[in-house]
DNA sequence: CTTCCCAGCGCG
DNA sequence: AAAGCGCGCTGGGAAG
């Protein structure tokens, strides 16, 4: 059943649709709810089990969950749209070339939000007046059920290969899934101690300092480095003062970066490093972030599902993907419950593995760890050279170590080596990559098409460098974007786990935060063994979904913990 | 005064 | 050891 929810000048209205998007000719009227009543209107509809299609989840869904009401499953317009206008699976579909068009008109760097729709039909019935049909462009219930129509187009005639059709439709149904479990996951928050947090602000900075000051033990540092580098008046903060500072005392560094700064062994270095890492936590991470994100036990940021071309999330507010260790302890557990912390190893060579179908590389992949698997194959046993071989690979290195060891890689491992490099060459010959579920690079910027202009030596070699540039892009492309598909699987099916264990009544845990590749559950005790076999069993269904029955073992580290800081 | 960009650093 | 991918946030500082 898909019941389609749109927007409407009295609140919301409600359409049955068939799989394909036509009315169901069973109950072809549309139905008028009040803001009022929705949540009750949706709670009680549920039970029929609905795929709900709606414009944005963000539009819908966190009001309904603070009423209260959870969903099973949605179907999310515009990053479905957004998908299907530029996954190399579909480039040949009207909906594809449509959205192309619409990007080409309006001039948008932005991913279009999806086809805009012909205009309804005149007879739509008297609940739809012609006013509230375009009170929001491309929300009227007649707009949405024809962009949904012509997206189940596109995927019906999306490539021959029925292999990719399904992938893609996975990776719509995984990417409307992510879009809930962001809403799910804002909505319950991280458990977050606001005592612990400011333990620790405490023992690194010194008491509370009144708004606007430094902390005691910045105050102190900034004195010494004021007397050690013979300024007065410097303000460490300003990279321009610092710089020229450093320079009156003979410290010769390009930037002010910490790396570059520990090569000198002048006595102001040390205090200043020490400074730099202080100052960052109170600026990012102090008592104003506390005040102004956690609230009441708990830290809400906003996911961005869809945020990253690559499709991973990003976020927004409070700085969420960015946690550093220093503050994690703050992280804890409510009473009688644990946080169960787990993070797929090593993803995104193994990606590759299974990607570039390189079985030399899968049998050092079968191992726990990866990279001493190859440092045991092809690097005599040096586990740190192997590592940094093979990121450089995945990153495109040119130069130092990384550069020097790309030849001794693409010996012991053609396919894999091969494999990235064949997207290295499609980015810098300006055409789009695609991961293993459907989802395509966008296609080469203005900037680049102009270079490919060029005349003048100067020009060219210009040219070279920003196709190289591109190359690298689409080079990491293929294998993020891939690990991206490969996380959202994982993610939805461990939120179908975890609700199954809730709905048979047993105890179960929350889904409470997503990195990339490591989520967090926050469970009563009672479900700590559970949960975990539900993370592992989602790692291996989701390596199976996108890659079938392959030897290439997906491994997931999961530590059972009270705070955060003591996972890894 | 506001708005924008950069340098630097946090995370994967 | 410090280069190669993807992000967000901060304070400083220049531009409007």
Redesign the pocket.
């Known amino acids: 059943m898909y019941l389609l929810l749109a927007a409407h000048p009295d609140g919301a209205a409600l359409q049955e649709l068939t799989a394909a998007g036509e009315p169901n000719m069973t109950s072809p009227q549309p139905r008028l709810v009040s803001r009022g009543e929705l949540a009750a209107v949706v709670r009680q509809l549920e039970q029929r089990r609905p795929r709900w299609i709606w414009h944005r989840t963000q539009d819908w869904y966190p009001d309904l969950l603070r009423a209260g009401v959870e969903l099973e499953r949605c179907y999310d317009l515009t990053l479905c749209g957004a998908i299907l206008a530029h996954s190399a699976f579909t480039a040949h579909t009207a909906y594809a070339k449509g959205a192309e068009k619409l990007t080409q008109d309006d001039d948008l760097q932005q991913v279009p939000r999806g086809l805009q729709p012909p205009p309804p039909p005149a007879d739509q019935g008297a609940l739809f007046e012609a006013p509230a049909l375009h009170m929001e462009p491309g929300q009227s219930m007649e707009e949405l059920r024809a962009g949904y129509a012509a997206q189940q187009q596109a995927l019906a005639h999306a490539s021959a290969d029925a292999n990719q059709r399904q992938r893609l439709q996975l990776l719509l149904a995984a990417e409307s899934a992510g879009a809930m479990i962001a809403a799910e996951m804002q909505h319950t928050g991280v458990p977050w101690q606001e005592d612990l947090h400011e333990r620790i602000l405490a023992d690194y900075l010194g008491p509370r300092p009144p708004t606007g000051h430094r902390p005691a033990k910045l105050e102190a540092l900034n004195t010494e480095l004021r007397q050690l580098l013979s300024s007065p008046s410097l303000?460490p903060?300003?990279?321009?003062?610092l710089?020229r500072a450093l320079h009156r005392n003979g410290i010769e560094v390009k930037?002010?970066?910490?790396?570059e700064?520990?090569e000198s062994s002048h006595p102001a270095i040390e205090p200043l490093l020490a400074y730099?890492?202080l100052s960052?936590l109170h600026?990012?991470n102090g008592w104003?972030?506390l005040d102004?994100w956690v609230k009441n036990g708990r830290f809400q940021p906003e996911y961005?599902v869809g945020?990253?071309?690559?499709g991973?999330w990003?976020?927004?507010?409070?700085?969420?993907?960015?946690?550093?260790?220093?503050i994690r302890g703050a992280v804890h557990a409510d009473p009688g419950h644990k946080l169960i912390v787990a993070?797929a190893s090593q993803l995104e060579p193994r990606v590759l593995v299974a990607l570039a179908q390189d079985s030399k590389m899968a049998e050092a992949a079968r191992d726990k760890d990866l990279y001493a698997g190859i440092a045991a194959q092809g690097f005599g046993g040096d586990r740190a050279k192997a590592k940094?071989a093979l990121?450089?690979a995945i990153?495109?290195?040119?130069?130092?170590?990384?550069g020097r060891l790309m030849p001794q890689l693409a010996r012991t491992y053609p396919r894999a080596v091969g494999f990235v490099e064949q997207a290295a060459r499609d980015g810098e010959a300006g055409k789009t990559v695609t991961s293993r579920l459907g989802r395509s690079s966008p296609p080469p910027s203005q900037r680049w098409l102009q270079s490919q202009q060029s005349t003048t030596a100067e020009e060219q070699r210009r040219a070279e460098s920003i196709a190289r540039?591109r190359g690298?892009?689409t080079?990491?492309?293929v294998v993020?974007g891939s690990a991206a598909d490969w996380a959202a699987c994982w993610l939805a099916e461990l939120r179908r786990r975890l609700r199954a264990m809730r709905s048979d009544g047993a105890p179960a845990g929350e889904l409470v935060f997503f990195?990339?590749?490591?989520v967090m559950v926050h469970c009563p005790d009672a479900a700590v063994d559970a949960c975990v076999s539900a993370i592992e069993e989602a790692a291996n269904v989701a390596k199976e979904l996108l890659f079938g029955r392959i030897p290439v073992e997906f491994p997931v580290s999961v530590a059972v913990v009270e705070s955060y800081d003591k996972a890894?």
């Open positions: 303000n903060d300003s990279p321009q003062e710089m930037t002010t970066r910490q790396w700064l520990k730099k890492k960052r600026a990012a104003a972030w102004a961005v945020g990253v071309v690559s991973r990003a976020s927004r507010g409070g700085g969420a993907l960015q946690i550093p260790r220093q993070d940094v990121l450089g990153y495109g290195a040119t130069t130092g170590e990384s540039s690298r892009f080079r990491n492309f993020q990195l990339h590749d490591e890894k």
